[in-house]
């Protein structure tokens, strides 16, 4: 069985304590510890836990299934939905704690680091991207209504997103996702 | 003319550090140094660098003036509009970074302090709280259709707010406040 390389070990390492504690809370010896590889090891394979976070945020991204908004084979306001109960799911699956990465390096660390900055909104940017085509692709097939503007629309659908999050983990309960879920299915896509 | 007590310089300093570079980044000592008082003093007014927070953010709650919601002399959504816009500006003002202090705190250390998130928590519930009276206001007055639900759909509107903010800061552009806006008072609330 093929072993990850050192490398790998400390970037889902790093994934694993940014996502749980924060770029600040989390430091580079809490993360070699936890890859279980020495602390002088690290700057072999990065110039900085900024250039780490920026790699780790790859992996989130790649681990949240992101790019299947664009998978044609689900109606599109059911793909859109699904998506965002994955992601539910997954927050519940740690007890309404963590939240997503994205927005966690948005809130503690965009105002800091141009290259992490640089990085959440890119993220951010590609994320309307694909949940404004999903939206116009609903608008053609006749399920949405022609008045909303996909993009604005989408912008605000991730803004509700983000912040549904925080409300969620400040009560640890999941009656901000059913407002989202309500609102935005029941209300502003209906 | 009166000086501000040494506990309130602390206040101020510690609500100012903690807005621009977040609960972990801002050290005591940076606190105590931005205040002009010895670090020595801090521990004679305060048990932990979180009980100072949780004052910070009372005192940042307050200078947001979210309470001026229940006002009733103006109509309840120009209200509700007023309000967002007040607080745009004050992002504005500081080039789209340092976002909303409650929702900082919930993104960054609600997870790891009870105590904090207890106080983020109560911030929002009585956000969500005083959005809600503005909402049946609204629908009491004929201004709002009775099919939404007040309080779900003032979590709603609170978590795009807070979302917004995190889609502000990663472009340092009002985009996000843009589509806020639009979709909000354009089309959910409409």
């Known amino acids: 069985m093929a072993r990850h390389s050192l490398r790998e070990e400390i970037v889902d390492a790093a994934l694993e ?12 010896k809490d ?6 590889v020495p602390k002088g090891s690290f700057y072999n394979h990065f110039d900085s836990k900024e250039a ?21 084979s689900v109606a599109p306001l059911a793909r859109l ?6 992601l539910r799911a997954k927050m519940e699956g740690h007890e309404f704690t963590r939240g997503c990465l994205i927005g966690n390096f948005g ?8 290259v992490l900055r640089a990085a959440v909104g890119q993220s951010l940017a590609r994320w ?4 404004t085509e999903v939206l116009a692709e609903a ?7 022609s008045g909303l503007d996909p993009q604005a629309t989408a912008r605000f659908v991730l803004s509700a997103w983000e912040g549904t999050l925080i409300l969620a983990r400040a009560d640890r309960s999941g009656a901000a996702f059913d407002s989202f ?4 299915f029941g209300t502003l896509l209906a």
């Open 107 to 114: 809130a503690e660390v965009a105002d800091h680091s141009d």
């Open 128 to 131: 309307v991207e694909l949940i």
């Open 81 to 86: 939905r699904g998506h965002f109960e994955l």
């Open 31 to 36: 993360i070699t510890d936890s890859a279980g």
């Open 52 to 72: 780490l976070a920026v790699v780790a945020l790859e992996r989130y991204w790649e681990s949240r299934g992101i790019e299947d908004l664009a998978d044609r």
């Open 139 to 145: 608008q053609q097939a006749g399920s949405l209504r």
């Open 17 to 28: 304590q940014f996502h749980a504690y924060g770029f600040n809370a989390a430091g580079v």
């Open 181 to 184: 879920f309500d609102l935005v």
